[in-house]
């Protein structure tokens, strides 16, 4: 049986993703049916994981919390996250962050370098912390290295974070000197 905790990180995760949910107030299994369906998981499948007093437990929780508000719009409930609950959402998306890797490496490196003030050092440990954990291999203490594009991941942390164009920056690099350790760490050696 799914834990409280995790029907609340789904609930925080679809809120986040769709911007928020319109609910018939006659419709009170609406909750319940809808939220496995934002993540594409069968409605039979959740029942038998899930009883829908979680669902409604979460939504009070989270309620509660100040994490997410309902508003009656001409007859509809309409739920959609609050900034405190938006920052925990992003929290989730976060944790749940990874990098893609194709079939084939395409021969480029991806270089990651920041520059990010003393001021944050909370924010550049946490940054350094996140892509050591995604995989990445350090170079020197601000330059990170990956072999697989990671753009997308990167703008997620940039946003999380609010880390600027100029304090972290991406280069596509055909080559890195003395790459044999690089190719060695991700096993791309053999290529």
């Known amino acids: 049986m799914a834990k409280a905790k995790e029907v609340t990180r789904i ?31 069968t409605t039979s499948k959740i029942m038998k994981k899930r009883k829908e007093q979680k669902y409604n437990r979460s939504f009070y929780y989270l309620k509660s919390k100040d994490m997410i508000s309902f508003e009656d719009r001409g007859g509809q409930l309409y739920i959609s996250l609050t900034e405190k609950g938006k920052k925990q959402a992003g929290k989730y998306k976060i944790d749940d962050l990874k990098f893609r890797k194709t079939d084939k490496w ?6 990651l370098i920041f520059d990010i003030k003393e001021k944050h050092k909370i924010k550049r440990e946490a940054l350094r912390g996140k892509i050591k954990q995604l995989g990445m291999y350090k170079l020197q203490n601000s330059v990170w290295v990956y072999p697989y594009c990671f753009k997308a991941e990167m703008e997620i942390l940039r946003n999380f974070f609010q880390i600027n164009t100029n304090e972290m920056k991406i280069i596509v690099a055909l080559e890195i000197e003395n790459d044999q350790l690089l190719k060695k760490n991700f096993n791309l050696d053999k290529i």
């Open 11 to 41: 609930i925080l995760k679809g809120l986040l993703i769709s911007g928020g949910v319109a609910v018939a107030t006659t419709s009170p299994r609406f909750l319940y049916n809808i939220f496995p369906k934002l993540f594409k998981i």
């Open 106 to 111: 395409d021969g480029k490196w991806r270089v």
